[in-house]
Nanobody, 124 residues
Framework: QVQLVESGGGLVQAGGSLRLSCTAS????????MAWFRQAPGKERDVVAG????????YYTDSVKGRFTISRDNAKNTVYLQMNSLKPEDTAVYYC?????????????????WGQGTQVTVSS
């Protein structure tokens, strides 16, 4: 099994930036398709971005296109989410998730492994 640990969350003003990291252990990150999800209070957990195991293919939900960038460094067993031009509505707990790379679809769907989450708060 792979274990996932997120970091990089915090409090930022609207218009600011944060970079989230998700570090994997136990298995090689290259075995997995990765994604970032978020869950705001009282709302469902939704996918934000996804990335293929090669890092070549990406998925973004419409609300973050042009502002967020997902990337990965398999040698460092880490996936990143660069978040720019943050808005108050981006406030949520952000989770990284993994599923076997044989599942070629990115974005929504079932994921087998989850991190514990990191809080992102954007003040207006």
């Amino acid at each position: 099994q792979v274990q996932l640990v997120e970091s990089g969350g915090g409090l930022v003003q609207a218009g600011g930036s944060l970079r989230l990291s998700c570090t994997a252990s136990g298995r090689a990150l290259s075995e997995y398709t990765m994604a970032w999800f978020r869950q705001a209070p009282g709302k469902e957990r939704d996918v934000v971005a996804g990335i293929s195991w090669t890092g070549i293919r990406h998925y973004y939900t419409d609300s973050v296109k042009g502002r967020f960038t997902i990337s990965r460094d398999n040698a460092k067993n880490t996936v990143y989410l660069q978040m720019n031009s943050l808005k108050p509505e981006d406030t949520a707990v952000y989770y990284c998730a993994a599923r076997p790379r044989e599942t070629r679809d990115l974005g929504p769907g079932h994921y087998d492994y989850w991190g514990q989450g990191t809080q992102v708060t954007v003040s207006s």
